[in-house]
C-alpha cells in the first residue's frame, strides 16, 4: 500500500497553511507553564523600560531578545515533544537533547536579563 503523494501549497495558500502552523505552535507552546512565565517576563520588562524612559530603539532590542526566547523554549518544548515521542524510556541520549534545548532557554534569559540590566542601571543610575 504506498501512501498518497504530498501536495505543498504555494502563493497566498502557502501564507495561510504557515500561518495556521504558526497559531498552532503558538498555542501548543502556551500550555508551557515555562513559556506563560517568560511571556509575563516580557510584559513586566516591556512597561518597566517604558516607565524608565528607554528609548523605542532600547524596547526594541528587548522585544527582539525576547522574541528570540519565545522561539528557543518553542523549539526546546519540540526537542521535548519528539523525544518523549520516540523514546517514552529514560535514555541518556534523550536527557542530553532536553539538556541541550534547556540551556539554550537559560543563555537567551541570560541574554534578555543582561540587557535589560544595563538599559535599567543607564536609565536609573547614569542619566
Known amino acids: 500500500m ?7 501549497e504555494t502563493g497566498l495558500r502557502h501564507f ?26 516580557f510584559v513586566v520588562s ?5 516607565l524608565v524612559g528607554a528609548t ?24 521535548e515533544e519528539v523525544i518523549d515521542r520516540i523514546s517514552p524510556e529514560i535514555s541518556i541520549v534523550g536527557k542530553h537533547a532536553k539538556d541541550l534545548g534547556s540551556f539554550a532557554v537559560t ?7 543582561l540587557y535589560l540590566g544595563f538599559i535599567f542601571g543607564k536609565h536609573l543610575f547614569f542619566s
Do not use: D, H
Open 56 to 79: 523605542a530603539g532600547e524596547i526594541v532590542v528587548a522585544v527582539l531578545l525576547f522574541l528570540g526566547l519565545f522561539s528557543m523554549e518553542a523549539m526546546n518544548t519540540a526537542v
Open 16 to 41: 495561510i497553511a504557515a500561518a495556521s502552523y504558526s497559531w498552532a505552535g503558538f498555542l501548543r507552546v502556551l500550555k508551557e507553564a515555562a513559556f506563560r512565565q517568560e511571556l509575563g517576563f
Open 107 to 113: 543563555c537567551m534569559i541570560a541574554a534578555c536579563c
Open 2 to 8: 504506498t501512501k498518497p503523494a504530498v501536495t505543498k
Open 46 to 50: 516591556i512597561a518597566a523600560l517604558a
